[in-house]
């Protein structure tokens, strides 16, 4: 218990200046500073961040600092850079900032410069991408590639699935791209029921090239290209992988010179940088591939250098542990207005709980505070005609993202207007609230009084004071992302940094995938008399065998 954080004098002195804020709103906070947004808020690699709408003064920042000192969070973003073991459950660095080190300094992993391995493997990239694209690549039949599919899941799926959406402007006009991550029949089916295999190249991407869903997907288009191409040797044409494991790559029929290596130092959700990213590179292009690694990179080096509250990752995560620790909120919406965001909610979903998701710090210390909240969200205006009833009345305190384009890549006059403006008043109006007396007068001027008035009245207010970022760009360009999804990663570290946690092991998710290969053998077997799990799965087991007719 002696190493928790929570033990610290700061922590302290933390939990008692929440008690202090915590009626506080606000509104009242605007009123009091009318440079209150100078104050709170700050740009960086094209990026604002307005935090001013957040339950906090100078103080708590002033705070919040001296946790950021005690933890010696700059003294781990050194370790983090210079490829320390920062992953100690898994003796492995995590090194997704050498992906995208665009100044090409050395970087050493066991004793070895990570970088000319990086640089080649971005060349093979290049080439192949730009064979896809130049149509000089050929299927089995002579045809030009027309769909990608990448399959793959996890990390291995949402970063390149997110990426390659939000970039959907500049893909290539011959090419489609698919993602394929769930093993259910209706994802790969449904796909292979809508392309021409003399068309399509399958990329099948995993780290460890074991994980049971993605082989079996793998395997089931295999099956299916075969049959339909009439020849084994089609493969080659047809199959790419993008893998840390050679031999395994090999075993299931790939030549190696058809893969595309990364290695272990790059976590799953932190590999969309590596060549996971091919789908991207080829639907793209190279170039902006490459330009989505500069906005990285540029956002790393501001990560590095600028002081903890001139610093965006470090600020966006210092608040996010003053919320979930002081304040114990569990759960944080990702609102992009920006509908080509339309999936940064479920890759961030990943990224954050994946890391975060944990109740032990480095030294297996249990921990007494609240830490990672449950990561979700919706592009804007939908989610305004569905959860964000919630935000404005609901019984949560929920911190809220609210991420901006200012322009839009298409032209269709007045959208972009309402866009802004509807994000704008959401964040005014979750901290503004109407109070008792405002709506009062609201319903007055409507002509309602007496009983309907007072009727009508408590379902009428907004008690306001929640709280939000909001972080406004121009406009998505390749290299806008890249900065935008290193803001979120380093945000991530920063608060795992406070909470003592190692945000790159995933052992839940190791659980999973063993007990998935655990019950197939049972539901596979002809007879119910061996079923030997808890009366809940056993049940359920039966009556899974007894009502399907499609036994394989
Ligand atoms: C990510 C996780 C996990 C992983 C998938 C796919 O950080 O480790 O989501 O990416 O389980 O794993 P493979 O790439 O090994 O198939």
């Keep these: 218990m002696n190493n928790l954080i929570s033990q610290s004098h700061i922590w302290t002195t933390l939990k008692n200046h929440q008690k202090y804020l915590a009626p506080v709103q606000m509104q009242d906070l605007f009123a009091l500073n009318e440079h209150r947004y100078e104050d709170f808020s700050i740009e960086a690699c094209d990026l604002l961040l307005d935090y001013s709408k957040n339950r906090l003064t100078k103080d708590t920042l002033n705070l919040l600092r001296q946790l950021a000192i005690k933890v010696d969070l ?86 390149p699935a997110m990426v390659t959406r939000a970039l959907r402007i500049y893909q290539h006009p011959r090419l489609h791209s698919y993602f394929v991550s769930n093993v259910d029949n209706s994802h790969l089916g449904d796909i292979l029921t809508r392309i021409n295999p003399e068309t399509t190249l399958f990329i099948i991407a995993s780290k460890t090239f074991t994980t049971q869903e993605t082989l079996l997907n793998a395997h089931t288009a295999r099956d299916w290209l075969i049959e339909k191409l009439g020849d084994e040797s089609a493969v080659a044409k047809h199959f790419v992988a993008v893998s840390t494991a050679t031999e395994k790559v090999t075993e299931f029929g790939i030549d190696p010179v058809n893969m595309f290596e990364f290695w272990d130092w790059v976590g799953g959700r932190y590999s969309l940088w590596s060549a996971i990213g091919l789908p991207i590179a080829v639907m793209v292009g190279m170039e902006r591939f490459e330009e989505l690694l500069t906005g990285a990179h540029e956002l790393d080096q501001h990560f590095a250098t600028a002081p903890i509250l001139e610093n965006l990752p470090m600020l966006m995560g210092l608040i996010d542990v003053w919320y979930s620790s002081f304040f114990n909120t569990t759960s944080q919406a990702v609102l992009p207005y920006d509908y080509t965001l339309k999936l940064f909610p479920a890759y961030l979903q990943q990224l954050v709980m994946e890391s975060l998701g944990k109740r032990v710090t480095r030294n297996g210390d249990v921990v007494d505070y609240t830490t990672c909240p449950v990561i979700w969200g919706a592009p804007g205006n939908n989610g305004q005609h569905a959860f964000y009833q919630l935000l404005h009345q609901g019984t949560h305190v929920i911190p809220t993202d609210f ?76 290299k806008i992302l890249g900065s935008l999804i290193a803001l979120y990663e380093h945000k991530v570290f920063v608060q795992s940094t406070c909470w003592g946690i190692n945000p790159f092991d995933q052992w839940g998710v190791e659980l999973g995938k063993n007990v998935a290969s655990m019950l197939l053998p049972t539901l596979q077997e002809k007879n119910n008399d061996r079923i030997s799990h808890d009366s809940s799965t056993n049940g359920l087991l039966n009556y899974i065998k007894t009502h399907r007719d499609n036994i394989l």
């Excluded at 866009?419 to 503004?432: E, F, I, K, P, T």
Aim: hydrophobic share 40%; proline share 2%.
């Design 74 to 159: 700059e003294a781990w973003v050194q370790k983090l850079f210079t490829g320390e073991l920062v992953n100690n459950t898994e003796h492995r660095a995590a090194l997704h900032v050498a992906l995208r080190n665009r100044s090409n300094t050395q970087i050493i992993v066991n004793g070895k410069n990570v970088m000319p391995e990086v640089n080649l493997v971005l060349e093979k990239m290049r080439k192949f991408s730009n064979l896809v694209r130049d149509g000089e690549w050929r299927g089995y039949t002579g045809k030009t590639i027309e769909n990608i599919v990448n399959i793959g899941i996890g990390g291995s799926d949402l970063g």
């Design 403 to 478: 991420i901006v384009a200012i322009e839009s890549h298409y032209n269709l006059s007045e959208h972009q207007d309402a866009v802004l403006s509807n994000a704008l008043a959401q964040s005014h109006a979750l901290m503004m609230g109407r109070n008792l007396e405002k709506t009062k007068q609201n319903l007055v001027s409507m002509g309602i009084k007496d009983n309907d008035l007072a009727q009508q009245l408590p379902h009428r207010v907004f008690l306001g004071n929640q709280p939000s970022n909001t972080i406004l760009y121009k406009k998505l360009t390749p």
